[in-house]
């Protein structure tokens, strides 16, 4: 079945440590998104890509980083410099000309 | 920058009730695509409704119907014949129709929790 899949569903990150954060489609969709879920702030828009080898910082991307070296795979990196990690990160994607945004399932990330 | 707002951050209906939950959005844009999402205690999000801006007539998808009011930038969605299953936050969100390098992406409002009481 095509979907987008991210793992891990749970992630605990120690002070000063990067973590990463893996989101992988086979829905051959070319463009990919990151989003930050808060309660009571809605999904914020961390960084996105619209073909590989390329991608653009969306509204919140300070103390993130990502790659796009192949189509399918799209993850995000949280670094030490994210100083409030813990939240709920939602990957996305979609195709040429395709409105609907397709979700995976999500990460929720906590500081230990 | 185009915002989204939903107004009412907790909603409750009774089962088999009408509900309407708002959202009011702004935008210098003609064209842009209107969604509602749905993301019950799982946390998927699930597309309940989307509505071209280029369509006057609202968009209905079985229980689920929205009333768009482009000049007013108000697209409030109503659920009828509400049910347990319909308990969930839902989400309002904005897309430019024009691609502009990024303008695919989806602009959210803050969401609104819908309880449903049996």
């Known amino acids: 079945d095509g979907g987008i899949t991210q793992s891990p569903k749970y992630l605990f990150r120690k002070e000063g440590q990067n973590v990463t954060l893996s989101c992988e489609q086979n829905?051959?969709?070319?463009?990919m998104y990151w989003y930050r879920q808060d309660p009571g702030q809605g999904l914020r828009l961390i960084y996105y890509?619209?073909?590989?080898?390329?991608?653009q910082k969306g509204d919140i991307a300070e103390g993130y980083s990502v790659s796009r070296e192949k189509k399918e795979s799209f993850p995000l990196t949280v670094t030490s410099a994210q100083k409030n990690p813990t939240a709920f990160y939602l990957c996305?994607?979609?195709?040429?000309?395709?409105?609907?945004?397709?979700f995976g399932s999500g990460t929720q990330l906590s500081v230990l | 920058a185009q915002t989204v707002t939903q107004s009412q951050p907790e909603m409750s209906v009774q089962e088999a009730e009408t509900v309407t939950l708002s959202c009011t959005y702004d935008?210098?844009?003609?064209?842009?695509?209107l969604f509602w999402y749905k993301q019950p205690p799982s946390r998927q999000m699930i597309l309940v409704i989307r509505?071209?801006?280029?369509?006057?007539q609202n968009a209905t998808e079985n229980r689920f119907s929205v009333n768009f009011q482009k000049a007013a930038k108000s697209f409030s969605l109503k659920i009828s014949d509400s049910q347990l299953g319909d308990a969930a936050m839902y989400f309002c969100?904005?897309?430019?129709?024009?691609?502009?390098?990024?303008?695919?992406?989806?602009?959210f409002g803050k969401g609104t929790k819908l309880t449903v009481n049996p």
């Open positions: 829905l051959n969709h070319d463009a």
């Open positions: 509505q071209e801006a280029y369509k006057q």
């Open positions: 935008t210098s844009e003609s064209d842009y695509y």
């Open positions: 996305a994607s979609n195709g040429q000309g395709v409105e609907k945004l397709f």
């Open positions: 890509s619209q073909i590989v080898n390329d991608f």
């Open positions: 969100a904005y897309r430019s129709a024009h691609y502009q390098g990024g303008s695919e992406k989806l602009v």
